[in-house]
């Protein structure tokens, strides 16, 4: 039986890998004193399911529905990055009208991923009804989804050369006018996100990563700008981001608060892109046929996900198959970050300051 | 802060140099990004990346097998993510990792089941 002597001796709690507040599994050693958490350490790995070994028997053009399928949020930032990895390899061009589409989807992935991700948070501090309205709010993202794709969750629209389906003026007159509305119910939720006392109380100075830490343990996407650090991937020349005059968000604090106002400025960003989008849209061709000898050699290919980074590693061997294909999620760089924010929080924190890396462990788990 | 994704660079070096090259890349500020291990003739062969202002650089050496890799979580802590996936699933050692699971990284049905059957995989 303890006593008033064994306060203060360290204890270790299991969290995880099956949580109320994970959807995924994955588990912390937490070195707790008292009710401040000393260390914690990650484990993964329970549902690795080894997809980039399917490349060496999938033929490299239907190798994208496998890629799709790492996670159901950010499914179509993986098609999109495998299939430029494979442009990449074999010199493939895309026509304009598709590089712009891709943008548009790109972007509405990244908002329905920050809104679930926003949804997510309010729930883990127990803003119940916040919860439900950012979800609401989302579902009209995944409707434009299902409208302009076929598919709310697995959209299968990206291929080598080009994109499988064209959005006509109708349809764009459409996302126009709900992104339109969607901005404006977006403003509602800002004004709570980033004002209202409970969420303030939750989120502000609650697991500090400063910029020093986050350049040292490689942080990426909105966790690494939430700490100061100017670095997003749609500044590298892929899509339209450079004819759309986007500027990436960063914030100061590097605190719990400031990963949610990325966040949310982003969402305010990437609505203004799709919308620009449906104005700019070029006449012409949406695919290119792809001719030429099969793909060899290598390409390194990243881009900016909704979580941050993420790396498409193609290797060819002159034949329909691919010798490696690799993926690198956000989430496996973000995880050190985690660790580092975990030190020293209050343990009724945990929760939150996990989510705020918006965790994928299925894309950590490809 | 600008640059083109499809400028792609490559740079072979030998396993006694990595350590020194990537202690070069920390100086520089560089930002360790991923490791990527591959299955080829006469070994593995490992892709290091490093970032500098949107710029990406990947150095690679090719482990022999029975050969010995040195663990670069010393220079990039965040490292250890990927040393310890490439040793459950390629059987590669790192000696001198800052954070080693000793194989129970991931929960795996059979010990490193990507090694290719040349170096003695299933």
């Known amino acids: 039986m303890r006593g008033v002597n064994d306060l203060g001796k360290r204890t270790v709690i299991p969290f ?27 484990s993964i790995g329970f549902i690795h399911r080894g997809l980039e070994k399917l490349a060496e028997v999938r033929e490299y053009p239907e190798m994208v529905y496998v890629i799709e399928r790492i996670c159901g949020i950010c499914s179509f930032g993986h098609g999109l990055g495998y299939v430029t990895a494979v442009e990449g390899l074999m010199g493939v061009e895309v026509p304009e009208r598709a590089d712009y589409l891709r943008t548009m989807w790109h972007e509405m992935s990244r908002i329905h991923s920050h809104m679930l991700w926003l949804g997510l948070t309010a729930d883990s501090f127990g803003f119940e ?76 100075g609650v697991g500090i990563l400063s910029e020093d830490d986050a350049r040292d343990l490689c942080a990426v996407g909105p966790v690494a700008r939430a700490s100061g650090i100017n670095q997003d991937l749609r500044l590298n020349g892929m899509c339209k981001y450079g004819e759309l005059g986007f500027e990436p968000v960063t914030g100061k604090s590097g605190d719990c608060y400031a990963r949610c106002k990325v966040r949310i400025l982003e969402l305010g960003q990437s609505l203004d892109m799709v919308e620009k989008i449906t104005s700019v849209l070029p006449d012409g061709p949406v695919e290119v046929p792809v001719k030429g000898p099969l793909p060899t ?26 010798e490696r294909m690799r993926v690198r999620t956000p989430t496996n760089m973000n995880l050190p970050s ?10 009724a924190d945990v929760p939150v300051i996990i989510l705020t890396i918006d965790p994928c462990i299925s894309c950590t788990e490809r | ?49 490093f970032d500098k202002d949107l710029e990406l650089f990947n150095i690679r050496v090719t482990v022999r097998p029975g050969e010995k890799l040195e663990s670069i979580t ?37 010990p490193t089941p990507w090694l290719s059957k040349d170096e003695g995989g299933e």
């Open chain 1, 297 to 322: 050699g290598e390409f390194m290919m990243r881009l900016e996900q909704p979580r941050g980074e993420a790396f498409y590693y193609v290797k060819g061997n002159g034949t329909k198959h691919l």
């Open chain 1, 338 to 347: 985690m660790v580092r924010m975990l030190q020293g929080c209050d343990l």
């Open chain 1, 129 to 204: 009804s916040l919860f439900m309205h950012t979800w609401k709010v989302r579902e009209r993202i995944m409707n434009m989804f299902d409208l302009t794709t076929g598919g709310r969750v697995i959209h299968s629209v990206c291929k080598v050369g080009g994109v499988r389906k064209d959005v006509g003026g109708e349809m764009l007159e459409r996302i126009a006018s709900e992104v339109r509305d969607i901005r404006k119910e977006t403003k509602e939720l800002t004004k709570v996100f980033l004002n209202d006392t409970s969420v303030k109380n939750r989120l502000c």
């Open chain 2, 74 to 110: 010393g220079a990039y802590w965040p490292a250890f993510i990927y040393e310890n996936e490439t040793h459950d699933l390629f059987g590669i050692e790192f000696t001198d990792s800052r954070l080693d699971y000793g194989g129970k990284f991931f929960r795996l049905s059979k």
């Open chain 1, 16 to 42: 995880g890998p099956q949580h109320p507040i994970l959807p995924e599994p994955v588990h912390l050693d937490l070195v707790i004193e008292d009710e401040k958490v000393i260390e914690a350490i990650p």
């Open chain 2, 1 to 49: 802060m600008r640059c083109n994704y499809r400028v792609q660079n490559f740079e072979e070096i030998e396993t006694g140099d990595l350590i020194g090259r990537v202690r070069e890349f920390k100086t520089e500020g560089y930002r360790m990004c991923q490791i990527c291990a591959s299955n080829v003739e006469g070994g593995t062969e490992v892709l290091y990346s």
